[in-house]
């Protein structure tokens, strides 16, 4: 069994597109996987799956919401190892000293992935911007609301990724962890 972070992107923010966690938790497990726990009200779920890949299971996931929830919903889906990787590469991690600014953009491929590179002209020092091999890492030092880059990678330029802050993307490390144990 491989363990999976799936990534709701845009739930329970306002009051459009809102999942009750016990509801995505439920959806999840209808679906055949295991060990479903979630992570804040934002989205993230973690699960055990011996099937499919990262993508097909995203495209059952988000399939699954429009169909009994009726809410379309890009969903993203890493493995363990994916987000392990995706953590051991971050390059601000020992220089962000508040985890809340430092975002991860996660993407489905390796093409969305790059395609973030667009957001880098909007950085303005002392922010910090690296697309990396798994993930995307902006470091909104002055704050993310006054981030013309953050507003970029949250918004229309990172509307095929979704992002999560440090300390949100440690958490669900803790949590992979704690199923994996």
């Keep these: 069994m491989t363990t999976y972070i799936a990534l709701l992107r845009g739930i329970n923010v306002g009051k459009a597109k809102r999942i009750a966690m016990a509801d995505l938790r439920a ?3 209808e679906l055949g996987y295991t060990d479903v726990a979630t992570l804040l009200n934002s989205g993230n779920v973690v699960f055990r799956s ?3 890949t990262s993508a097909k299971i995203a ?3 988000s399939s699954a919401i429009a169909a009994q929830l009726t809410i379309d919903v890009p969903v993203i889906v890493k493995s363990a190892k994916d987000l392990a990787a995706i ?3 971050n390059p601000f991690a020992d220089t962000a000293t508040d985890p809340s600014r430092l975002l991860v953009a996660f993407t489905p491929d390796a093409g969305t992935l790059s395609a973030l590179d ?3 002209p909007k950085v303005v020092a002392p922010e910090q911007f690296l697309v990396g091999t798994h993930a995307a890492y902006l470091h909104c030092a002055s704050g ?3 981030s013309k880059a953050g507003e970029a990678l949250v918004g229309k330029a990172g ?3 979704t992002t999560r802050n440090w300390t ?3 958490k669900l490390q803790a949590l992979v962890d704690k199923i994996d144990a």
């Design 27 to 29: 959806l999840l497990e």
């Design 50 to 52: 011996s099937k499919k």
């Design 59 to 61: 495209a059952e996931i």
């Design 87 to 89: 953590i051991a590469d």
């Design 118 to 120: 667009a957001i880098a």
């Design 144 to 146: 993310i609301l006054d």
């Design 159 to 161: 509307r095929a990724a």
């Design 168 to 170: 949100t993307v440690l």
